[in-house]
């Protein structure tokens, strides 16, 4: 696998991704790191860890569109075949997600469908005004609908009754973390598939975690 990771912020999921591939959790190349930002935590991440960074910001060009087509140009130009988003702030254009079909995960700080739809901490702190006792991250596929592609992985954590948005992120944060390069490793070992809007997962490491009959 080829990867590109997508990112806006700080960057702790693509750090999280990247050691797993230094540490061999992953086998994966990672072949360029995109931002839509200048100065952003993540292109340390990638600098840091001698992977290409490309930062490529709305003001340089005249439309979204096409800054769009430019970060299609550049995944298409590293060779990259699978992208990561983690914390990318962007909708991506109908044109990315097909020419990556199934290719594209993002991760995303809340039991998918709930609290779909915000950016970090939107999703935490509707959880909390929500006042539900679960929350969690949600490792998913990229569709044209936002927050609603097929869900490949999630993890779970409590609410707790003092939490603050700070705190509960910081929880579901550690379980990203984990999650992100456990759920990408399916990919790279081609025990996922997509099939009728559903992941399926042929591993035994994920039976023990989720068992879920054939389709
Ligand atoms: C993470 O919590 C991620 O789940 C969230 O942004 C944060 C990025 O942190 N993503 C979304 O909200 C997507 N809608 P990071 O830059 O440290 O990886």
């Given at each position: 696998?080829?990867l590109?990771i ?27 790191l ?5 100065n ?18 709305r ?15 550049v995944?298409q ?12 702030d ?9 020419a990556?079909p ?21 999703p935490?702190?509707?959880a909390?005004?929500?006042g539900?006792?679960?929350?969690g991250?949600t490792v ?10 097929p869900?490949v ?10 939490d603050?948005?700070?705190?509960l ?8 973390h ?38």
């Amino acid at each position: 696998m080829n990867l590109a990771i997508m990112a806006s912020g700080r960057g702790s999921n693509a750090a999280a991704i990247l050691d797993a591939i230094a540490s061999h959790e992953l086998d994966a190349r990672p072949v360029a790191l995109i931002t839509n930002r200048e100065n952003v935590g993540a292109l340390d991440v990638a600098s840091s860890r001698n992977v290409p960074g490309h930062a490529i910001p709305r003001r340089a060009f005249p439309s979204r569109t096409a800054q769009q087509r430019r970060m299609l140009e550049v995944l298409q130009g590293s060779g990259a075949d699978f992208v990561a988003l983690a914390g990318f702030d962007a909708i991506l254009r109908p044109f990315i997600v097909a020419a990556y079909p199934n290719r594209i995960l993002n991760i995303h700080p809340s039991l998918l469908p709930a609290f779909a739809g915000g950016m970090a901490p939107v999703p935490q702190t509707e959880a909390l005004r929500a006042g539900v006792r679960i929350s969690g991250c949600t490792v998913h596929v990229v569709t044209e609908e936002l927050d609603a592609g097929p869900i490949v992985a999630q993890a779970a954590v409590p609410v707790l009754p003092n939490d603050t948005v700070d705190s509960l992120s910081d929880r579901i944060l550690e379980q990203e973390h984990r999650l992100y390069p456990l759920a990408l490793r399916w990919f790279v070992d081609g025990s996922a598939r997509v099939e009728n809007g559903h992941v399926y997962i042929d591993s035994e490491e994920c039976q023990s975690l989720w068992p879920h009959p054939a389709p």
